[in-house]
């Protein structure tokens, strides 16, 4: 099989870090390097989470890149009130020493991109992919695909009444993703909350895990521990939404998602800061720049991603017919 080429660019971060998980263990991929970003957590702190992850995974033969430290124009706005202290759920996991790269992810993003065909899974603000474009916008039109977890359609925002996180950190970042994409002719694929929100690890799946895997399943238990209390505390919710896996389940098999094209924008000031304006009725008479994707299967997402991470045949994961 020949494997598909693909950066990801994240602030792990609790569902990053399993989103990461699933594309390492996705035969169909090669991983070429994770480029970290500010957002979840700050982008040091990402690093080393990044490594926590590889090391668990025992694939620190994946090169991490540490990028932007601060959104393009925006105060840097953290999320660790959901991610915990650590960025990883306060399972405070022992550092991972040294494998610090010698370039920065852009310049790693600008090489790679400009030697080979390799698409990108964008899971944080997207402040590096804005660098690379004012620095070599050619680089960034090379991108064969770009998956984007962020933006919203038709659901609330996480962040404001209207925003998503990863847009609303650094909507500028965003905004000239976006028309940089309008502007090249490509479309971005937008995994955004409309979907994501459908995909809640609930405490039976996880449970369900643990009793398949039980060091796999420790591991998810330990970093998602404080993300199921934040889930509880703040949208009363009994379960985890674990919005990045999904961007990496859609790049596998697209099946798994359902949308539309569209011309979308996204604000970059005001009340609706980081909102996604989706042109659905073609209003601006503009060529669609994105794949809003609106509607998924949880199921076979979950089916998908515990065959993968767990190494089992989906076939025998019989029992999420009746806990999904
Ligand atoms: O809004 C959800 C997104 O913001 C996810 O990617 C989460 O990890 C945070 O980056
Ligand atoms: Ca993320």
Redesign the pocket.
């Known amino acids: 099989m020949k494997k598909r080429k693909v950066i990801i660019d994240c602030?792990p971060?609790?569902?990053?870090s399993l989103a990461i998980m699933l594309a390492l263990r996705s035969p169909e991929l090669e991983v070429m390097g994770i480029t970290i970003v500010c957002?979840?957590s700050p982008v040091e702190m990402g690093f080393e989470n990044a490594k926590k992850v590889l090391w668990q995974m025992g694939r620190l033969d994946v090169p991490v890149y540490i990028g932007a430290d601060r959104p393009v124009k925006r105060e840097y706005v953290n999320?660790l009130d959901t991610h915990g202290a650590d960025g990883l759920g306060e399972s405070f996991l022992p550092q991972v020493p040294g494998y610090r790269q010698t370039v920065s992810a852009v310049e790693f993003l600008a090489c790679t991109l400009k030697r080979e065909k390799v698409s990108v899974i964008a899971?944080?603000?997207m402040t590096n992919l804005a660098e690379l474009i004012q620095k070599d916008k050619e680089a960034f039109l090379q991108i064969d695909e770009l998956i984007s977890?962020?933006g919203s359609y038709k659901s609330h925002g996480?962040c404001s009444p209207v925003a998503?996180?990863?847009y609303w950190c650094d909507p500028d970042a965003a905004a000239l993703v976006y028309e940089t994409m309008y502007a090249g002719g490509k479309h971005i694929h937008m995994v955004g909350?409309d979907v994501?929100r459908e995909i809640v690890l609930t405490p039976t799946i996880l449970e369900y895990i643990c009793r398949l895997d039980e060091e796999m399943g420790a591991f998810i238990q330990k970093i998602t521990k404080f993300y199921f209390d934040f889930h509880w505390n703040w949208e009363h919710i009994i379960g985890c939404v674990i919005?990045?896996p999904l961007a990496v389940a859609y790049f596998l098999d697209r099946n798994i998602c359902e949308g539309f094209d569209a011309f979308v924008q996204v604000e970059t000031q005001g009340i609706s800061i980081g909102q996604t304006v989706v042109d659905a009725m073609n209003f601006y008479r503009r060529k669609a720049n994105a794949r809003v994707l609106t509607k998924t299967d949880a199921k076979s997402f979950f089916v998908l991603f515990l065959s993968r991470i767990l190494g089992i045949e989906a076939e025998k994961l019989d029992l999420l017919e009746d806990i999904v």
Request: glycine share 20%; charged share 25%; net charge negative.
């Open positions: 602030d971060g609790i569902d990053d957002g979840n999320a899971l944080g603000p977890m962020g996480n998503e996180y990863n909350l994501t919005n990045d």
